[in-house]
């Protein structure tokens, strides 16, 4: 048989992996002729004699002969299941000198995967293993009377589930995931709306399995920092039903905010960013846990290389809870929760399929939110819409205004002239440019909606009393700029209302606690620190001034605002209540209700990967080329931009590392020349010897962790700040105007109005509007239109329904037709898009320019296809400017060559010189196409 490097064949070499996975796991490996007494406490004796021939290892505990482990070829690993019969067969077997002996864990390897049978379990069922369990556990395990799977099976019987104090959907998914558990099911989703538990429910089920079902130690996953804050905080006060003493009296709670991992804790709160940091055995700033890690998917596709950590092996949790699941189980991830051999059970209330496959379809609870507010566990929402014209289309600040800039971080303001004007849209508000304005004007809307949203709470003076309300802004500026209007709105004082992010000077929890608990704040403003799994019941209106694009993340945004509350507690922060709550405002301000949403997992495919993300990625042990390369390409360029001073910040911040430097190490971790040269320096190698694949993969690994040793959480917190002092532009030239405040169904009642009001007006119209009466009456006059006609038709327009404003109707035509085409800026250019689309010309509505580029392109194929002659390049180039010339101004004449851009390229004389006698007929043939 031929072998493989080294000499070794595909079976040695299995049995070599095995062996150094048991050597790690705190084994002593040994042959028969080596075999002492008291070596050790787990032995591992390789070909031990049986009476139905050698087994290739014999697993010894204390001395006494427990397993056996059958070594089998890589290529074989998909027919592991094959050989259990052979494995089991020398369990089975009697030993040479032991004679006949109960050897109960059985193991399938080939040194990558391996598999692992308890033949004590009621059902015994192979499952795959990260590493072989070390001896002291199976020592342990064997003490025991029953095995865990055994003491679960016999769980719901021996300790019966009582509904007193539970819900019906908390005593369902608690009975069910009892009855998952018993028949050794190992993964389990808890699906189960927002407010309706699902934090109490899995206490409960801990609880239970820790008192009654024998297991040892369970771990409480979360995502980010505040949820596994607020975790320890509702560990602290459950109160089971069956003793008064509270969970953290009865067993060992920590919450792990170092690597230190405390082997007598029974429950364990932990960030799955803090595990893998503790697998790795690198240290991890609590920085890098503020933020969910689902966002980190798109930085690679496959699993982090998870690798076996002895402090905390494969078995040392027996259960796992995963918070929040559906951010925390996927690619960047799942080696994470791999990597332990213990039960899996998830919870969250916004599943999508990925979650479902990963909990391997075993729900155990299906509790939707709207069966949650039928059966009054959650409350209902209602919409309040609210539009504003900057928010739709944006605005322009025309060439020569003196505009402000300022740094979005420090504040820092400067005044520049504009060279030319400067376009922007609803999307780049609150990130490039600033509109004062268009935020004053939706708080001013809220403000002035709120009687009408809480009628039962207005004094006599037509006051209100301000609900509790979580405004959602899209970044800490945002934040801060809406904060600083909204006193002003409101005519409050400072803590009115306050930002709850991770970036403020007090303790966010504090904050946080106040506007759960107080009067004070009533509102509070947040980018994502409390956007899911924060637990705020006395909330009553939800503002979105962002829009959200994850259906996920949307959903549980919506969350927050559906926990229900009794009377006192709304009255203990809103004095004004008249009763429970019974629901609460959802108040849209950007259209984030009707915005596309996709599923969580098209993030993987994002193509962009923000620098927070990639450095936070670089900490927790990314180190693939395409990461770090794209880190290097963004530090250089932030280095820039940094002055002196705080390029000094940076090297303080890395021991002396320059922005610069650092990018240079990045990008040369992936030097093929340079790994080349330190491989053979490493290993020593001649020059007639080649470089191997694995030497290259470990020099290869040790530049990248002293390229990458500089990033950490502090610098990446550093960075950001340095990079948000990028300048925004404050438009403070151009006011917003309300468009429509009101409830959901008032705002399509509003745009019926518009609809139904804009064509009478245009019917009324029809004979004195020249534009409108080749429009309705004479079609075939269409080459006629000239902008003086739209222009005639928009000023009688302004001038006798200012209401009937194009971009209001436009949006009124663009909900009716469900179409998301960008409006025209030009009001021009939107009028004649309204007045076809009315008149019957377009079927939906549909820009301008878009038609007049349709119609260019079926002239110019329907030209071509004729027998008439085709336009030369030169001649197709001068169309395409007339084109774009009727696109913008409706129609084409001779003079119009003596202007930009027809003048640049020699005017009429040129067109000329092209068309010859053929100009004037050609020119009112386009007129005519173009405008069809």
């Known amino acids: 048989m031929a072998t493989e490097a080294g000499g070794l064949g595909p079976e040695q070499q299995a049995r070599r992996r095995i062996d150094r996975q048991l050597e790690a796991s705190g084994w002593t490996v040994q042959t028969m002729h080596e075999l002492a007494p008291n070596v050790a406490c787990g032995v591992v004796v390789r070909e031990f004699p049986t009476d139905t021939g050698p087994m290739d290892y014999l697993l010894m505990v204390n001395g006494q002969a427990v397993g056996v482990i059958e070594a089998k070829r890589e290529e074989a690993a998909e027919r592991l299941n094959v050989v259990e019969d052979q494995s089991s067969r020398y369990a089975n077997s009697a030993l040479k000198h032991l004679g006949q002996v109960a050897l109960y864990f059985v193991f399938e390897s080939t040194g990558t995967i391996t598999w692992f049978t308890d033949l004590r379990d009621p059902v015994p069922r192979a499952r795959e293993l990260f590493q072989f ?40 998914a608690i009975s069910r995931l009892e009855a998952s ?38 771990l409480f996953l979360v995502d980010t920092r505040n949820l596994g804050e607020q975790a320890e905080g509702e560990f602290a006060q459950y109160l089971p039903q069956d003793d008064n003493r509270k969970f953290t009296e009865l067993y060992t709670v920590s919450r792990l905010t170092s690597s230190h991992v405390p082997a007598d804790a029974e429950l364990i709160i932990c960030t799955i960013q803090r595990l893998y940091s503790i697998l790795k055995g690198e240290p991890l700033d609590e920085v890098d846990e503020e933020s969910p890690p689902e966002g980190l998917e798109a930085l690679r596709r496959e699993p982090l290389p998870v690798v076996y950590n002895a402090k905390i092996p494969p078995e040392f949790f027996d259960a796992m809870v995963i918070d929040e699941c559906h951010r925390s189980i996927y690619n960047l991830w799942r080696q994470v929760l791999e990597y332990f051999d213990s039960f899996l059970v998830g919870l969250t209330a916004t599943p999508d399929s990925r979650t479902y496959a990963f909990f391997q379809q075993n729900v155990v609870s299906e509790y939707t939110l709207e069966q949650s507010v039928v059966d009054g566990v959650n409350v209902d929402h209602r919409v309040w819409r609210i539009d504003t014209e900057v928010t739709r289309q944006g605005s322009r600040i025309e060439a020569e205004e003196l505009i402000e800039k300022r740094e979005r971080l420090t504040r820092r303001r400067r005044w520049q002239q504009l060279d030319e004007p400067l376009d922007y849209q609803g999307t780049q508000l609150d990130r490039s440019v600033v509109n004062p304005s268009q935020i004053r004007t939706v708080l001013q809307a809220f403000r002035d909606g709120l009687p009408q949203m809480f009628p039962e709470r207005v004094d006599r003076e037509g006051r209100v009393e301000v609900p509790k309300t979580l405004i959602f802004a899209k970044t800490d500026s945002h934040a801060d700029d809406i904060i600083r209007i909204a006193r002003e709105v409101f005519a ?61 993340y949307y959903m549980q945004m919506v969350g927050r605002g559906t926990r229900s509350l009794d009377a006192d507690g709304l009255r203990a922060v809103s004095p004004t209540a008249k009763g429970p709550k019974e629901g609460f405002v959802l108040v849209d301000a950007v259209g984030v209700k009707d915005s596309e949403k996709r ?61 610069n430097e650092l990018a240079s190490r990045l990008l040369g971790v992936d030097d093929p020349d340079a790994i080349e040269v330190e491989a053979r320096q490493r290993f020593g190698l001649a020059e007639q010897e080649t470089v191997t694949s694995e030497q290259r993969d470990q020099v290869r690994e040790a530049r990248a962790a002293t390229a990458c040793a500089p990033i950490n959480g502090p610098l990446t917190t550093l960075l950001e700040e340095l990079r948000q002092r990028s300048e925004q532009v404050v438009d403070d030239v151009n006011l917003d105007e309300l468009t429509h405040s009101g409830w959901e169904g008032e705002l399509e009642t509003h745009r019926a109005a518009l609809r139904r009001d804009f064509a009478a007006w245009l019917e009324a119209h029809r004979d004195d509007l020249t534009a409108l009466t080749i429009y309705y009456a004479q079609p075939q006059r269409r080459a006629e239109l000239t902008q003086a006609m739209i222009k005639e038709l928009l000023t009688t327009l302004r001038r006798e329904q200012p209401g009937l404003a194009p971009a209001r109707v436009w949006e009124a035509y663009a909900a009716l037709d469900d179409v998301t085409v960008k409006q025209p800026r030009s009001e021009l250019a939107q009028i004649v898009a309204l007045v076809r689309r009315v008149c019957g010309w377009d079927e939906t509505l549909t820009p301008y320019a878009e038609t007049v580029r349709r119609n260019f392109k079926r002239w110019i ?72």
Not at 197 to 210: N, Q, V
């Open 181 to 218: 558990l018993a028949e050794g099911r190992p993964r389990a989703l808890v699906q189960m709306a927002t407010g309706a538990g699902k934090t109490f429910t899995a206490i409960t089920s801990i609880y239970r399995l820790l008192k009654f079902g024998g297991v040892r130690r369970v």
């Open 861 to 932: 194929f329907d030209r071509h296809a004729g027998n008439r002659t085709k336009f030369t390049p030169e001649q197709q180039a001068w169309l395409e400017m007339i084109r774009d010339h009727v696109a913008a101004s409706f129609h084409i004449e001779l003079e119009d060559f003596d202007y930009a851009p027809f003048d640049g390229e020699g005017g009429i004389g040129a067109m000329v010189e092209l068309f010859g006698e053929e100009l004037d007929p050609l020119l009112n043939e386009i007129n005519d196409a173009l405008a069809a």
């Open 599 to 659: 599923e969580t997992g098209a993030l993987e495919k994002a193509p962009t990967v923000s620098t927070r993300d990639l450095m936070t990625g670089v900490t927790l042990g990314v180190r693939d080329e395409e990461t770090l390369s794209s880190l290097s390409g963004r530090l250089a360029r932030l280095a820039k931009r940094l002055d002196a001073e705080q390029h000094a910040q940076v090297r303080e911040q890395t021991g002396g590392v320059g922005l």
């Open 133 to 172: 369990p070390r001896p002291e556990t199976l020592a342990r395990q064997l003490a025991e009377a029953q095995t865990l799977r055994a003491r679960l099976q016999a769980l719901p019987a021996s300790a019966p589930l009582g509904p007193t104090g539970l819900r019906d959907c908390q005593f369902q």
């Open 492 to 552: 409050e004082r400072n803590d009115f209302c306050k930002k709850i992010t991770y970036r403020i000077d007090e303790d966010p929890r504090s904050v946080l606690a106040s506007f759960r608990n107080d009067y004070l704040p009533r509102i509070a403003v947040t980018v994502d620190m409390i956007a899911t799994g924060t637990d705020v019941k006395p909330l009553e209106c939800l503002l979105f001034m962002r829009d959200v694009k994850s259906r996920n």
